[in-house]
């Protein structure tokens, strides 16, 4: 009973956006997440969601090639709200009942929901390439805040170290910066697949996928999950059942992330 929601992720998105995107380049998706974390010993239900980078809302000389693509390239931050918790009952709160109580607004995070690297360079609102990285010394050029600059130093991406690449996402986007661009160095890379669920699909095309990724901090970093189920067309012993059913979660009825036409062998389907 003491975990049962009061706050719903399919309807809180815009919310969240009016009190914690920050900046009119971030923001959250419309369908939000849950997920589990312990606290004081209780694993309890949050309202999850990255602070994204979108694209969509860079207006004037942020738009230019050099800021869009260098500069503006990670989101900033998981958002959490524990999901039975309220400010205010809505009648006392005098009009301003009824609002999530952010995590990051508690006078200690819990442990479970502490994040050593807020940012994220991957995610459902970002729909274009970033190019990232620059040799020891350089001065940073990422936005972070508005008076701290960053620069990437993951794993990620494609090296544009040579001139081949340069050349092949060149042609690829249609864009000679890439190619002349002075910025563009020895320690640059190229950031293209964003979407979580397509760099899933991209090396696991066998998998049918859940249709909602969600992100979760795991051992001190922010991680997307992506759920994915193997399907057959004859498994002994089992029913065929709609895997758009066997897939439909709580957040809404029918808002289940695989396709209703697929088929699997109830055996199947209860593996994730």
């Not at 999530?100 to 479970?112: G, I, Q």
């Not at 996928?209 to 992100?215: I, K, Q, S, V, W």
């Not at 051992?219 to 066997?246: F, H, K, M």
């Amino acid at each position: 009973m003491s975990n049962i929601r009061l706050l719903d992720p399919a309807k809180i998105e815009r919310t969240f956006t009016q009190q914690q995107q920050l900046r009119a380049f971030y923001g959250f998706p419309p369908q939000l997440d849950v997920d589990r974390y312990e606290v004081n010993g209780q694993l309890q239900d949050f309202i999850v969601a990255l602070r994204e980078l979108d694209t969509s809302g860079l207006s004037g000389n942020q738009t230019e090639w050099i800021n869009q693509h260098l500069v503006y390239t990670h989101g900033n931050g998981i958002v959490t709200a524990q999901a039975n918790e309220i400010n205010a009952a809505l009648e006392d709160g005098g009009g301003q009942g009824g609002l999530p109580v952010f995590t990051s607004d508690k006078p200690e995070v819990p442990e479970s929901l502490r994040v050593q690297e807020p940012r994220t360079y991957y995610g459902e609102l970002i729909d274009t390439y970033s190019i990232v990285g620059a040799p020891d010394g350089a001065t940073p050029t990422e936005y972070d805040t508005d008076t701290e600059r960053y620069t990437y130093s993951g794993r990620g991406g494609v090296p544009l170290d040579n001139i081949v690449n340069r050349m092949v996402f060149a042609l690829f986007y249609g864009e000679r910066n890439i190619l002349f661009n002075s910025s563009i160095n020895e320690e640059s890379k190229i950031m293209y697949v964003r979407d979580p669920a397509d760099r899933v699909q991209a090396v696991a095309p066998w998998l049918t996928l859940d249709g909602d990724p969600y992100p979760a901090v795991v051992d001190g970093r922010i991680t997307w999950i992506v759920d994915g189920y193997t399907t057959l067309e004859n498994y002994p012993y089992a029913q065929r059942t709609p895997l758009g059913e066997s897939t439909t979660d709580a957040l809404q009825p029918g808002q289940g992330g695989c396709d209703p036409s697929w088929t699997a062998t109830s055996a199947t389907c209860a593996t994730r």
